[in-house]
């Protein structure tokens, strides 16, 4: 339709508001059960928790799973109904074009009538009147941040459902990956005998589904793969475009409060204005929350255009050029003035030459539609902040100059310019690393000498040793590795994980001894695979002044191969760039510290056995993973160390012509992650009547006495201190004054079934101190929250935007005091609007977007 003035999308709010029919609540919360319809899932949730607090176990698993999966259903009937009423009052639209401008408020008038009875009717088939209210914005926060099911992973503990509980202790982690107690509980959780790893599953994921395809669709292109790539790309926008769909529909169905009155009255206009605006601004926000991943601080700017972008060349790459050209003309409706962008597509047309119908593929249609809806909705927000001080964050670093009103531009191209600079350059903060290990420390194996130290290798917690190995030991290592690498540990001399052009073999000690045993290799040659860990460890443990006990926790004799005649032309890397505790994202510069990564690993150290192969050069660079900040030659006898952390990002060149070996040893402070093959190969030794000669250790300290300066002193942290527990034990009572009987972990040293078994305790002490050893953690925030208890007491009362004000300072106030207390929120006067009223604004992008 035609817009007739610029007051257009204020009319369409007046009558929004004119047309507001207000559902109000029965005299029961819980009159809906008889009737079948959904009821309200913030009640569910009080009742689980209130469940959880009574150590009513089945309950609070009864009423936290149905607060979950009740909430679910409310989400996809909205989608459903908003679905269904999408289209409907269109027909009054039509004809308003054709009318009277003076009736035209009329038709507005009856088409959200009209639209507001279709959502009234749909919704009301499946959703009680009490559960289309809003609910407070706390309890959206409870639910954004996964904390239902941080009480469900401790209910089922209780309940002794170790699957379940591992499953909700995943899935919390998943949003919560520095959460050290949940760290800590679902490493106990993997060593229950009976769990198994598909226990650890994210029940959330189908939210999340477009983050699988990415992951996948890089995976495809690091090994070459692009006809994969090309799917699992394609699949990725889709995912993409229909997530933010779905959060499209929930700003427009989703019940909201209406603000209180300003100091400054405002007229019924402005007022209708802030709302429609609102509604929009939410819209636009969808592209900031598709955009982040689960647990993560900060969403992956341009995340579609991204997405286009590796779908194109990853087309061009797989033959598909038509397919290139439509999905680079997409992406040029981001940014048209690209140059990159346009150079490609000039490749692209020329190599269609002679193809017509090829070379004049336009854009996807729906990437055209989503780039057309986004400009009409942010000249309407920018129009509300010049005019009606209306305040909105811009999602987008692609929105055009002409959107912006004049009077905004200077500030505008300030902050982008901003923006951008920061995102060129990347935010380079002072790495601090926080480990707790200091380099510095004395090296106290004769014929060791440091060759660079932190300042020649431009970082933090690093070094390179020289004359760790002898010459006749690394020939002796290479002979162990040229005979028994390729049977090691799987790999078998197949191509690299990393690379296709290379071969990896691998052998840990374990290997060897068995090898040796079959008498495949030498005993003496695997006992000094072993001894020289020995070494490495003494050298890093005292070298890093480690502030508690170190353990192996990983030790592997790694060979790379170069593949004849497949090295021309190679720019990959033989190892990528990566950091070995956490997984490293270039864009952001942020090192997530959270599964598939080793997370338990403190120091790292690799030991080389040779010099006689092409490229190989280990590395360390920057968080952008493309700045290289210093580089090593590997040879004989040479060890680098460093400590596992973010401020240690390292990859390998690529190896183009012969054979690279070298011994990479991990270290960590977590007894529990310590390396139990080798501790195996220890006691089949033992066994034989050969002993392994090792220096023990106490729990407080080192196996060399280093000097400790006065910094690590006064910094000096335990790893004991992660094994939180809950911050309110004052509220669990021990099971010896309620006089109880429980099942509780002994840790068994099981050859066969390894890892823990559940067992009866026979006697109340050992019962005490194997749960308080294996104690799992009850969630972070214990307090029974005040949002909730008001929310039961007061059957929805009519909140104010108080609470929408206050929650962003409620929020910062619970990671301070870690939920120690329960925050009230005030009744307001003002009045929110059920979902059928912003319903009435379904279509108003379109009315106004045409």
């Not at 459902?161 to 998943?174: C, E, I, R």
């Not at 029940?203 to 495809?220: F, G, K, L, S, T």
């Not at 929805?796 to 329960?822: D, F, I, M």
Request: aromatic content about 8%.
């Amino acid at each position: 339709m035609a817009l007739h003035s610029n007051t257009s999308p204020v009319y369409v709010a007046f009558f929004f508001i004119l047309s507001c029919v207000f559902i109000t609540a029965g005299s029961g919360l819980s009159s809906e059960s008889s009737s079948g319809l959904l009821a309200p899932y913030d009640e569910l949730y009080y009742r689980g928790v209130r469940a959880y607090f009574s150590e009513d176990w089945e309950r609070a698993a009864e009423f936290l799973e149905k607060s979950i999966s009740t909430r679910e259903k409310l989400l996809q009937t909205r989608r459903k109904c908003h679905d269904e009423c999408s289209t409907t009052g269109d027909d009054k639209i039509s004809k308003l074009d054709k009318e009277d401008f003076t009736l035209w408020d009329l038709g507005i008038l009856e088409w959200s009538q009209v639209r507001a009875e279709c959502v009234r009717f749909c919704m009301g088939r499946s959703v009680s009147p009490a559960a289309l209210l809003p609910v407070s914005s706390d309890i959206e926060y409870e639910f954004g941040t996964r904390n239902p099911y941080n009480y469900l992973q401790v209910t089922y503990y209780k309940l002794d459902k170790l699957a379940k509980a591992a499953s909700a202790a995943h899935t919390f982690f998943v949003a919560n990956p520095s959460h050290l107690e949940m760290r800590n509980n679902i490493e106990k959780y993997r060593r229950i005998l009976g769990v198994k790893e598909e226990s650890f599953q994210d029940r959330e994921r189908e939210q999340e589904q477009h983050w699988e395809m990415y992951d996948e669709a890089i995976r495809a292109e690091s090994s070459s793969d692009w006809m994969k790539a090309v799917k699992k790309w394609k699949e990725c926008v889709n995912e993409t475009l229909k997530q933010t769909e779905n959060c499209r529909a929930q700003c427009v169905m989703a019940s909201r409060v209406i603000p209180e009155e300003p100091d400054t009255a405002q007229g019924l206009y402005e007022r209708a204005a802030d709302l429609s605006l609102s509604l929009l601004s939410c819209k636009q926000m969808c592209v900031t929350l598709v955009s982040m991943r689960p647990g993560r601080v900060s969403a992956l700017e341009d995340f579609l255009p991204l997405q286009l972008e590796h779908l194109h060349i990853a087309q061009f790459k797989a033959g598909d050029l038509k397919g290139a050209v439509e999905t680079l003309r997409s992406q040029l409706l981001f940014y048209p003035t690209d140059t990159d962008s346009l150079s490609n597509l000039e490749v692209y047309t020329q190599s269609l030459e002679g193809n017509t119908e090829a070379q004049d593929t336009g854009p996807m249609q729906e990437i055209a539609k989503y780039v057309n809806r986004a400009l009409q909705e942010k000249r309407l927000l920018y129009f509300g902040m010049a005019n009606l001080d209306f305040k909105f964050s811009d999602p987008d670093l692609w929105t055009p100059e002409d959107v912006v009103p004049e009077s905004l531009r200077e500030t505008w191209r300030a902050e982008k310019e901003k923006l951008h600079e920061k995102l060129k350059h990347g935010e380079k903060l002072e790495e601090v690393d926080d480990s707790g290990f200091y380099a510095g420390g004395p090296v106290p194996v004769v014929g060791v000498t440091v060759t660079m130290d932190d300042q020649g290798l431009n970082g933090t917690n690093r070094v390179v040793l020289d004359g760790v190995l002898s010459q006749s030991e690394c020939d002796r290592v290479m002979q162990l590795s040229t005979v028994a690498a390729s049977v090691g540990d799987g790999y078998r001399g197949r191509r690299s994980p990393h690379t296709p052009h290379e071969k990896f073999e691998g052998l840990t000690v374990l290997s060897a001894l068995k090898l040796a045993q079959d008498k495949v290799v030498n005993h003496s040659d695997a006992r000094l695979l072993h001894e020289i860990g020995e070494t490495v460890k003494v050298l890093m443990d005292s070298y890093f002044r480690s502030h508690s006990i170190i353990y192996f926790a990983y030790t592997h004799l790694v060979c790379r191969t170069a593949i004849p005649g497949h090295q021309e032309g190679r720019l990959d890397l033989s190892h990528p760039v990566h950091v070995d505790n956490c997984i490293l994202e270039p864009e952001t510069r942020q090192c997530w510290r959270e599964a598939p990564a080793f997370t338990h690993r403190d120091l790292s150290a690799v030991l080389y056995l040779n010099d006689d192969f092409e490229g190989g050069d280990f590395f360390f660079a920057d968080r952008d993973a493309k700045t290289v900040t210093a580089r090593v030659k590997p040879k004989c006898g040479r060890l680098v160390g460093f400590t596992s952390g973010p401020v240690n990002p390292h990859g390998v060149t690529a190896v183009t012509a012969g054979r690279r070996c070298a011994l990479a040893l991990w270290f960590t402070t977590e007894k529990h992650h310590r390396d139990m093959e080798r501790e195996e190969a220890e006691e089949l030794w033992a066994a034989d009547g050969k002993s392994v000669v090792k220096e023990e250790k106490g729990d407080g300290e080192s196996a060399v006495k280093t000097a400790r300066s006065g910094r690590s002193q006064g910094n000096k942290r335990s790893k004991d201190r992660e094994r939180v527990t809950g911050r309110r034990d004052e509220l669990i009572k021990t099971e010896r004054e309620k006089g109880r009987r429980y099942k509780c972990l002994i840790h068994l040293d099981n050859r066969e079934g390894g890892g823990e078994v559940l067992t009866s305790c026979s006697t109340l002490a050992l019962m005490e101190r194997e749960r308080e050893r294996e104690k799992i953690s009850l969630p972070l925030a214990l307090s029974i929250p005040g949002f909730i208890l008001s929310a039961l007491i007061s059957l929805h009362p009519l909140q104010s935007s108080s609470a929408h004000h206050k929650s962003r300072v409620y929020r910062e106030r619970e990671r301070e005091r870690g939920g120690s207390e329960v925050e009230k929120h005030p009744k307001g006067r003002g009045e929110f609007s059920p979902s059928i009223l912003l319903a009435l604004l379904t279509s108003l992008p379109v009315c106004i977007c045409g």
